[in-house]
């Protein structure tokens, strides 16, 4: 077996591996850049809009969604959650790259240690000129 396909095969396992320890408990849809610790341990792409930096401006005055609104603001929550987490209250405010969907599915542990997370595609401008 190559060292390729082993590394592929690991990258697999892990990814499964978060996947079972995300998904219950955050709700991660591994779109492989994951930023819990900077949304008050709420998963953004859980918002039916997939908003990264904050809410749409259409959350209702009850705190609903406004694609769903059986659901409360995404945003809201992360707002409310990052208040109670002293380690990474400062975080909430930080502005996240977009979503980089060639590493939708992929392991987020992976793309951190390797740094492929923290690839611009091409055309998009740099966020650190």
Not at 29 to 47: I, N, W
Not at 60 to 72: F, L, N, S
Not at 89 to 108: C, I, K, Y
Request: glycine share 10%; proline share 8%.
């Amino acid at each position: 077996m190559s060292a390729s396909a082993s590394h592929g095969r690991a990258a697999a396992v892990i990814a499964r591996a978060e996947h079972v320890i995300k998904g219950p408990i955050w709700g991660c849809r591994m779109c492989g850049q994951c930023v819990l610790h900077s949304t008050g341990l709420t998963c953004p792409m859980t918002c039916p809009k997939t908003l990264r930096n904050g809410p749409c401006g259409g959350v209702r005055a009850d705190g609903t969604c406004e694609v769903k609104p059986e659901m409360r603001c995404v945003w809201l929550k992360a707002y409310e959650r990052s208040e109670k987490l002293p380690l990474w209250r400062g975080h909430f405010d930080d502005l996240r790259p977009p979503v980089d969907n060639r590493l939708q599915g992929t392991s987020a542990w992976v793309n951190l240690i390797t740094g492929r997370d923290r690839e611009t595609p091409a055309g998009w401008a740099d966020a650190n000129p």
